[in-house]
């Protein structure tokens, strides 16, 4: 399947609305907020806990059971990935980390959006199909197994 351009293969010139270039514009900045904030914290060495930093409560599932949570480590690795070290927030949360470089591409496709007016839908319209959902939700399940495995 042949993938259009960033533009609009009608009329390859048209601009996004004003409309879309301003949400384009609150989405990229509400990223990088989550990679600014990210960066600024100092992960923990657990590879689990950065969250307690921002003032957020002990998991109640660890607390719970002993075990790791479905999201457990997700800041951590944030963390790690907006500092640069990508291949250790892997190690720590292989979801976290894929979910850090989705944000931070956010943010650049936000912003290309909202500078320059690209219509950059038409290419990422298959990403918003329900198998992309069970793909999504089957990394989640993985990286959770993952977790429980090095808990």
Partial sequence: MAYPSLTTPANPAAKAPTVTRLWALA???AALGLLIVSAALTPDARGHGTHLKLGLPVCGFVLAFNKPCMTCGMTTSFALAANGRLLTALAVQPAGAILAVLTASTAWLAGLVALLGLRVHAPLAPLARPRMLLIV??????????????W
Avoid at 137 to 150: M, S
């Fill in 27 to 29: 989405v990229m900045l």
């Fill in 137 to 150: 939700g089957g990394v989640l399940l993985l990286a959770w197994a993952y977790k429980w495995f090095i």
